[in-house]
């Protein structure tokens, strides 16, 4: 759902069924095409381990990244979080894996920008960019907060 600033509901999005169990979700306005969602998946369902491009309009999937658990590009293991810059890049917050990923705007793999075995200190949970300093930043398991210059 989206919210104004007094807390009125003024557009709700239904994902539609097969989408189940979504741990968060972004609206991107910026390369991805408009009116899409990335959607961050955990471990209930079929879907399980995946970020998918939902449509705002319908709920439909259009494609995903991921969906079984494993340490290798292409795979997610518990992405808890995701943040999306202006450019369409997403950062996941790949929990179990202990590090951040980075997917193109098409959700093709990018690379790792932290991870446990350097910039991080334990498990990242949450991801927030900050677009005008470019900076990202990580809410790790412990507590911590790591700041990530882009």
Same mark, same amino acid.
């Given at each position: 759902?989206?919210?104004?600033g007094?807390g009125?509901?003024?557009?709700?999005v239904?994902?539609?069924?097969g989408?189940?169990?979504?741990?968060?979700a972004?609206?991107?306005?910026?390369?991805i $095409?408009?009116?899409?969602? &990335?959607?961050?998946? /955990? !471990?209930?369902?079929e879907h399980? %381990?995946c970020?998918?491009l939902?449509?705002?309009?319908?709920?439909?999937k259009?494609?995903?990244?991921?969906?079984i658990?494993?340490?290798a590009?292409?795979?997610?293991?518990? $992405?808890?979080?995701?943040? &999306?810059?202006?450019d /369409? !890049?997403?950062?996941?917050?790949? %929990?179990?894996?202990?590090?951040v990923?980075?997917?193109?705007?098409?959700?093709?793999?990018?690379?790792?920008?932290?991870?446990?075995?350097?910039?991080?200190?334990?498990?990242?949970r949450?991801l927030?960019?900050?677009?005008?300093?470019?900076?990202?930043?990580?809410?790790?398991?412990?507590?911590?907060?790591?700041?990530?210059?882009l």
């Amino acid at each position: 759902m989206e919210f104004d600033g007094l807390g009125n509901c003024i557009r709700k999005v239904v994902l539609a069924e097969g989408i189940l169990w979504s741990w968060h979700a972004v609206e991107v306005r910026t390369s991805i $095409p408009q009116g899409q969602y &990335v959607v961050c998946h /955990g !471990y209930y369902d079929e879907h399980n %381990h995946c970020l998918s491009l939902v449509g705002a309009a319908d709920g439909r999937k259009f494609c995903s990244y991921g969906g079984i658990s494993g340490a290798a590009a292409g795979l997610l293991n518990v $992405p808890y979080h995701l943040a &999306v810059d202006l450019d /369409g !890049y997403i950062f996941v917050a790949d %929990h179990h894996n202990g590090r951040v990923v980075v997917l193109s705007p098409g959700l093709g793999f990018i690379g790792c920008i932290a991870s446990q075995n350097s910039e991080l200190k334990s498990r990242p949970r949450r991801l927030c960019f900050d677009v005008k300093l470019q900076l990202l930043y990580v809410g790790e398991d412990e507590g911590n907060l790591v700041v990530l210059k882009l």
